[in-house]
């Protein structure tokens, strides 16, 4: 019957987490070694590779986000998978025995992994009783190279003399 009385009142304001931003390629994420990718979208993180920029130039393999934070906590951003390629190296290959031998005979060629021979196999050795110059190629997205090659000489067998009948 007094009336009523009214406490003090306390605001409550809850901050929520920081917003993850998006992230993109500015163009494709696997190439060869020597070339880059930029990478956009960083508004107020750092990324994880220190840089706090809008965006970054991305040399090496590996995975790269930004990371945001307020009082709150931290929260990323979308994840981007960067896969930088190296040309294919030269393979050296080797003769097994000698590399001049009369007809009939065979040496045997060695040393490829994962090129293919001159001759169209891509075994990793290969039997040669032909003369000729040998070699591997070896080849991927970034390029190929050629290992030394091996100059085969098969020398013909001398005719028969004919044979007297007695």
């Not at 163009?27 to 956009?40: A, D, I």
């Not at 840089?51 to 979308?78: L, M, P």
């Not at 039997?127 to 997205?141: C, P, R, W």
Request: charged content about 5%; overall charge negative.
């Amino acid at each position: 019957t007094c009336g009523n009385i009214n406490s003090n009142h306390i605001i409550v304001t809850v901050n929520p987490l920081p917003t993850p931003i998006t992230i993109s390629p500015g163009g494709l994420t696997t190439f060869c070694n020597g070339n880059f990718v930029v990478l956009f979208g960083n508004t107020n993180g750092i990324w994880n590779t220190g840089s706090n920029t809008s965006s970054i130039n991305v040399v090496s393999s590996g995975d790269y986000f930004v990371t945001t934070s307020n009082s709150c906590g931290n929260t990323n951003s979308n994840i981007i998978t960067v896969t930088v390629e190296n040309p294919p190296m030269a393979p050296i290959i080797q003769a097994s025995g000698n590399i001049e031998f009369c007809a009939g005979d065979s040496v045997i060629l060695s040393g490829n992994n994962n090129g293919l021979w001159n001759n169209g196999s891509d075994s990793s050795s290969i039997v040669i009783n032909n003369s000729g110059d040998y070699f591997v190629t070896n080849t991927n997205s970034c390029g190929s190279a050629t290992s030394n090659h091996i100059t085969v000489n098969v020398w013909p067998l001398p005719p028969e003399i004919g044979r007297a009948h007695v």
